[in-house]
RNA sequence: GGUCACGUGGCCGAGAGGCUAGGCUCAGCUCUGCAAAAGCUGCUACAGCGGUUCGAAUCCGCUCGUGACCUCCA
């Protein structure tokens, strides 16, 4: 099992070693979407990073228990107590039972993860099918003093914790900032402290989505479903807690106020944040509706956009930037995305059809050392808080070698078996298996074969024109024939 | 207003005290019937001003600019 690979824990501001509890099992939970619209292209982002720690994980050897919630209760759209509930709104909007909102848009949700191999969690527990969780949880809470009853809603008692534990050492929040800042708020009489937090909310009867409960009719607050969920699948205390930084404060810091008042112990040992995916600099956000959906990408039709972009493109696009670093998103870097993955599948359909040489030579050392020198820095980069920007850096000097092997500028003859063999899988299982990066549209072979082999023989009889013809068909497939000494082969048109 | 980030070449983006990514674009070359593909070569940057240091894009300070969080958001 590797033990280099180092993770930023946004608690400690540190990038430090990872050390699982119960090695080699890993747990690890992601903060999923709240489905009462279709996901965007930032939260896609956010999955996406997480997609690449469980698969990097799993490459390493670790057995992860991945979770990833999908929020289908509404919460409120405003957190005065006479807020609409998001999904209940919605319903309102399209006339439809509660349940049809969130049916429809789950589905959604994974037809997208799935368009960008996005792996499916070990686990997708919903917030509904877990409420007897959550009030169980509230109940411990209340029990030990941390929270509070008023008026069939329940509270997080904030200065009641503060006495035995820190708030807001996860997001650098002090807790006077907070009361200063949130002071204004009308409508929270129930609450006794402004930095207080609903863990259960009485439901007025305009309310559909609610629940009994020993406090009355109504449903649970938005941070609890988190931590019971994470608490039953994964223990009360496991190893990774990841989302996007927006979820930093208030919600990552409840999870953590709200476990410790049920049990004492800090839920979460590593806590990874995501950046935001911008748009003209500014954030992407549901709410200011400056959002793009991944179907008007694959589709080209949002107006920023001049031409449709394929979901690989935009996996690769996530992946050039490092998570932790805020990415803008542009039509120029998705062309330069869309450019680069394909040279990146061309030199893994290298990579595939490299065939181990009859003999080797005498070892070229100075050709083997630079090449596994690579081989490790792909690895290296991965280790470094799962730097896919420089892991993509050191494959692209990956796929130039392989090029030099197949246009026969170098020899695999030169290797020995044992750097063959590093060469070839590392290009592949870690584009494949760790990036997650397949070839998009796996061309019918036998179809290719066919024009590949006319290709050929209209070239030895010098029909150009004929070739020409030839090469337009291919173009018009989205490949193009490459001639080298050593043979004829197609490859991607990158143009 | 408070808290915290960030500012890298034509563009996108890593890096984080001396080695200096990578992708895209552009120019030239090799190859080629012409192309394509591939390879090679060139373009050498770190907002500004001070400071620390033998040495700073990287550390410290200030200035300017941008953003995030403080309210639902991935």
Redesign the pocket.
Known sequence: MNSSLKIYNTLS?KKVLFEPLHAPHVGIYV????VYSD??L??C???TTFDVVVRYLRYLGYQVRYLRNI?DVG?????VDEGED?IAKRAKLENLEPMEIVQRYTVGFHKVMQQLNNLPPSIEPTATGHISEQITLIEQILARGYAYVANGSVYFDVPAYLKNYPYGEL????VE??L???RD?DGQNDKKHPAD?ALWKLANSAHIMRWPSPWGEGFPG?HIECSAMSTKYLGQVFDIHG?????????HECEIAQARGAHEHAPVRYWMH?????MN????????GN?ILPKELFLGSHPLLSQPFSPMTLRF?FL???YR????L?A??L???Q??YK?LM?GLRIAKRLTEPQSYHAPNDKLIAELLKTCERVLA?LD??F?T??A???L??L??KL??F??G?LSLADLDAASYARLKTTYIDITEKVLGLVEEQPKTEGLVSVLLSDYAAA?SE?N?ER??AL?AIAKSMGL??????TGITW?Y???
């Open positions: 501001r903060c999923g979407p709240t996901v965007h930032g939260n982002r956010t999955f929020t919460h409120l759209v405003d957190d998001k997001s650098g929040r002090v900032d907070l200063s800042s949130t708020l937090f938005w989302g996007g930084m927006d979820l930093q404060f208030p919600h995501a950046n935001m995916l911008t600099g500014q954030k992407m956000s549901k709410s200011l959002s696009a050039q930037t490092h670093s805020t990415m803008d542009s120029d870097a062309k330069a995305a450019i680069g040279k061309n980069g470094d808080d730097n920007a420089v993509l850096a050191a692209f000097d796929a130039k090029s030099q197949e246009a500028q070239k010098k150009f070739v020409d090469r193009a024939f490459k001639d080298m000494k490859t048109d990158e143009a």
